[in-house]
């Protein structure tokens, strides 16, 4: 299937991937036809999900059943009215019949707008308005389900309101509907053909402040997921990958299907109620996954349990994105498993744009190398190149003349009018890194998040990175305080480990450690402990809250 896309599939060095790996993307490019469909043409017993729960309750879909599954989902979609151009939200976790939908949609030409189960009706409506959304595919879940009527007089755009589980009065019966239908979909043709510049799919950001903005994608989005799910998970065809995400956020889109699937590999589902670290390792253990990506915060969850107690020898690559991974982890998870974490780092807006990949160690807390899909620079406040050592805002560069697979498109504003996402070519991330003479990036913070004390800029991660080092801390945020001599000083919000309990001499225990381990200036003069951190619905830290707290805006 690659061969399609890669006129190259394998390559000598990081430095010959970079130079000439070179994408295809068909010009009509459909990632329901092209790929799941090829697939099942191929070969209609390729596995392509192995699905379970905490209840007992398995599954395996082939290439072949989600085709025609697929099929049938897509006709009774277009039997209520769902065509080319008709936005649909689905709200489903972890639940098999995302794939199924998703792909439904993808068929149709009908963008797709994933969200989490955990929105509240508030949320739901705003997204509602936002996107001009017409359907709502959700799990039978009673707060889903509370949540979604609650908003339905302030949703106007909803037409229908489609439940996968069981029957409810109100909602249409998924299963029940497309057991109607045919298995046949015969592929568009003329204006309900899909474009590569059409839109396949809309994020809504987990932004740390104001209202999350609609990131769009075309239908060029799977194939940059190539490098993601190839060249940095090394996902393998026949094998279980396992990537731990709600399928409302766009890591699940980074490691739960396109990319995944385009390689051929078999996507592992534990669809849980909530994240329990024993109960994933119990998973990764029976099922013998082989490729295996999670955010930082699970794996030291996870590393909170008696990991030795696993067999976790099956797996062959593990990962890492969403946030930067602390040292600490990296060297005890290596220490129990004998497995480096390779970290990835991306946004929403995005597909992977830098990581540890397999021609080059990792090294602990660094974002890696640029993809070869990307131009990156670092720039610093005038604009210009920074040097290796040097500071910079991360920028993606030269998209005047070539625009990526599966960088967004713009952001779409409440007149549904995609903005350009480009400045004079040139798309600024605003997160801040620095580059090692190696050519290994190092993140800073975000732009607001960079603390400058008595002269010194200092990054939050490095500072977080000593804490967590301590026993007593299972989390932090670090943000900055005013303080009317320096300016701003360090200033650490903690979550204390079981057994630890706040007083003077332990806040003095820890600036000491900090002092310790890392640059003395940087030790946080303030430590306020806290039962949790604020976070967004994505789980991001909002650091702007915290420094709102402290008198910053």
């Known amino acids: 299937m690659l061969e399609r896309f890669l006129p190259r599939t394998e390559f000598n060095s990081y430095e010959d991937f ?66 080319k151009g008709t936005r649909v939200m689905l709200m489903l976790r972890r639940r098999w019949e995302y794939w199924i939908c998703a792909t439904a949609l993808h068929k149709l030409g ?4 994933p969200a989490t189960i955990q929105l509240t009706q508030k949320d739901v409506a705003y997204r509602c308005n936002a996107a001009m959304i017409e359907a709502l595919v959700c799990v039978d879940d009673p707060f889903v389900v509370s949540q979604v009527e609650g908003a339905a007089p302030y949703s106007p ?34 204006s309900e053909a899909t474009q590569l510049a059409d839109t396949m799919l809309i994020y809504f950001t987990s932004g740390t402040t104001g209202m999350p903005k609609m990131v769009n994608h075309n239908f060029a989005y799977p194939l940059g997921h190539i490098v993601t799910a190839k060249y940095w998970q090394m996902v393998q065809e026949d094998k279980l990958h396992m990537s731990v995400s709600d399928s409302g956020w766009a890591k699940f889109g980074w490691g739960k299907i396109y990319g995944q699937w385009i390689c051929g590999a078999v996507i ?30 699970m794996y030291r ?102 625009m990526p697979a599966g960088l967004f498109t713009g952001y779409m504003g409440d007149d549904c009018i995609v903005r350009d996402c480009a400045v004079d070519g040139d798309y600024n991330l605003r997160d801040v890194a620095w580059r090692d003479s190696d050519g290994y990036y190092w993140f800073v913070g975000r732009h607001d998040d960079v603390i400058k004390c008595s002269g010194y800029r200092i990054g939050p ?24 001599i320096r300016g701003q000083v360090v200033k650490a919000t903690v979550v204390l480990a079981e057994g630890y309990t706040p007083s003077d001499e332990l806040v ?27 976070k967004t619905i994505g789980g991001k830290i909002k650091r702007a809250e915290i420094r709102k707290s402290s008198g910053i805006n």
Request: glycine share 6%.
């Open 18 to 83: 970079k130079l000439n790996y070179k994408l295809t993307v068909p010009s009509r490019f459909n990632f329901g036809f092209d790929i799941v469909d090829a697939w099942a043409a191929c070969d209609p017993n390729k596995r392509a999900i192995v699905w379970c729960d905490d209840h007992g309750n398995e599954k395996t879909l082939t290439f072949e059943e989600i085709r025609r599954l697929s099929n049938q989902t897509a006709n009774f979609f277009k039997s209520i009215g769902i065509r």
């Open 110 to 113: 009908a963008p797709l707008v």
């Open 157 to 190: 755009t909803v037409k229908n309101r489609i439940l996968v589980g069981e029957k409810r009065d109100g909602w249409l019966n998924f299963a029940e509907c497309i057991a109607q239908f045919s298995e046949e979909f015969p592929r568009p043709t003329g």
């Open 268 to 297: 592992f589902v534990y669809d849980m109620d909530k994240f329990v670290p024993k109960n994933l390792l119990e998973m990764l253990q029976k099922y013998r996954v082989t490729t295996f990506c999670a955010p930082p915060t």
């Open 301 to 402: 969850f996870m590393l909170q349990e008696d990991v030795s107690k696993y067999d976790l020898s099956s797996i062959e690559r593990c990962c890492d994105a969403g946030e930067p991974l602390n040292p600490e982890v990296f060297y005890r998870w290596k220490k129990l498993t004998g497995l480096d974490i390779a970290e990835g780092f991306g946004q929403s807006e995005s597909t992977v744009l830098l990581a540890n990949f397999q021609w080059f160690p990792p090294r602990p807390g660094s974002m890696g190398k640029p993809s070869p899909l990307y131009d990156i620079h670092l720039v610093d406040a005038d604009g210009k190149e920074c040097e290796d050592g040097q500071e910079g805002e991360i920028l993606i560069g030269n998209l005047h003349r070539f």
């Open 461 to 484: 991660f490095e500072v977080e990175s000593a804490l967590v080092e301590h026993p007593a801390v299972v989390e932090c945020a670090i943000t900055a305080a005013p303080d009317p």
């Open 508 to 534: 003095k225990e820890l600036q000491t450690h900090v002092k310790r381990v890392t640059a003395p200036y940087k030790y946080p003069r303030i430590i306020e402990f806290v039962e949790e951190l604020p």
